[in-house]
């Protein structure tokens, strides 16, 4: 192979994003000169990167081979699986290949961006339906999870087939969708599975992630419990299953629809185009929904992550149409994504001071996972007969797990990879022999930036400690200004003792260096940052400016 990693006569696998971590998934598979590439999602940053929401994978590796790839290829529409199509298919320059849900909710990304032109958008239609892009001949084999038209791909090459699940549970209720059948996949891997590329994220659950049918049945359990009061749901807007469900679940109870969060309104519209939700109930305005008896409503919200600006947060607040009164209830039919745990908190302590029952799926069966559990992912090990297993989305522990799951099954090789690592699946025995940057990059206002670039290390910094101006004048005063410093009322104390040691260090400077402004400011602000260590006892950045600089 080349130092270069082009992949030649050997079929490669590369992660630049989604392996070591959950979400931010984006796959490439490199053959005979050419790549393509599955999934271009991006992760939301939470408290990690200050004043940034969303995160992408450093691109730089497949950027600088632009004219290697031949297209990108979508398994599903969740936004750690396209959320980043507006910030880079442009510039990468290949057609995207999608179903038509999926592809109708990447078509306004794109409108929105301003980018409807600007990418080719193939719209495969029909249910394993099969191109071919360079040496990949690529199938849509349709499975359950948690959004419409949720799809693996069979990928053929000349080195044998891959099959990369994407998201995927096994379902035989899931309510909208038909998903492969075992006998379909049992033939799949009879015609030999070179590699199976499989989602790693509920293997430490022992059990089967469970039916979306019996969801329905808890569902309609639950909100009948509570006759005479306001429901409100709560669940992911983009799980267009779950919303078929409390369609249902409000007329069988008796009660009218009312949809809050702009997510569902846009799910709800791209779903009924493409033919799901064919018969789910005409939602009723706020105005009409607070007017009906509390026991007649049934309202979809969206904001069960603790999102602030989202429907259930100003609920809680008591700063949207949606009122509840002490008693109503709100029917969590999510889980709680890792790292949200705080802001849901928030959100239901503020609920309960209002004396809101709240219910989960801890406490009722409301909601099942989109992933699969341990004896799924054993059921798929025995259909596809894998000769090599790649586990990806999922953190370290997650991918080692499953590892070691798919050789106690039977599975004779097992790669754990990260993002970066070229895994070298074909010919010869399968294993990294290589690697490249997988950084992370932030949207930071209007700018797409390194993730570990100077201006969010500073911002971290200044997070931490605060910040100090000290400007220095020509007439030797001595100007200081901070932010963050837990001073209050010792701060004028604090700035006559800093003033007074910053004269002293600026005096002490010799020879050249009194006329050097680097080296003035240097000890200005070494004495700066001193004196506020001393008084505070944090290390805030300082930052020195010259009079008429």
Known sequence: MKNDHSPEDELLFLALGGSGEIGMNVNLYGCRGRWVMVDLGMTFSGEVYPGVDLVFADLQFIEERADQLDAIVLTHAHEDHIGAIPYFAADLDVPIYATPFTMDLVRRKLAEAGLQDAVELITIEEDHGQFTVGPFTITYVPLAHSIAEGNALLIDTPHGRVFHTGDWKLDEDPIVGQPTTEQELREIGAEGVLALVCDSTNVFNPAPSGSEGAVYRGLLDEVGRHEGRRVVVTTFASNVARLQTLGEVARETGRQLCVAGRSLDRIIEVAQKNGYLADFPEPVDFDTAMALPRGEVLVIATGGQGEPRAALARIAEGNHPIELARGDVILFSSRQIPGNELAIGAVQNRLAERGIVMVSDRQSMIHVSGHPGRPELEA???????????????????????????????????????????????????????????????????????????????????MRDGVVIVVLHGDETVTIDSVGLPLDE???????????????????????????????????????????QRWSGKRPQVRVLLHGE
């Open 490 to 532: 010792d701060y004028a104390d604090f700035v006559a003792e800093a003033r007074v040691d910053i004269r002293k260090s600026v005096s002490a400077l010799r020879g050249a260096d009194r006329r050097a402004p680097a080296a003035i400011k240097e000890a200005a602000r070494l004495a700066a940052r001193r004196a506020a």
């Open 380 to 462: 798929l090990y025995d259909w596809l007969q894998p000769d090599i297993l790649i586990p990806v989305h999922g953190e370290m522990r997650h991918m080692h797990e499953q590892a070691r799951l798919g050789l106690a099954n039977g599975i004779p090789h097992a790669v754990v990879q990260k993002n970066g690592d070229i895994v070298r699946l074909a010919p010869g025995a399968p294993g990294v022999i290589g690697r490249v940057r997988a950084g992370r990059l932030v949207l930071d206002g209007d700018l797409i930036v390194p993730a570990d670039g100077e201006a969010m290390t500073m911002r971290r910094r200044i």
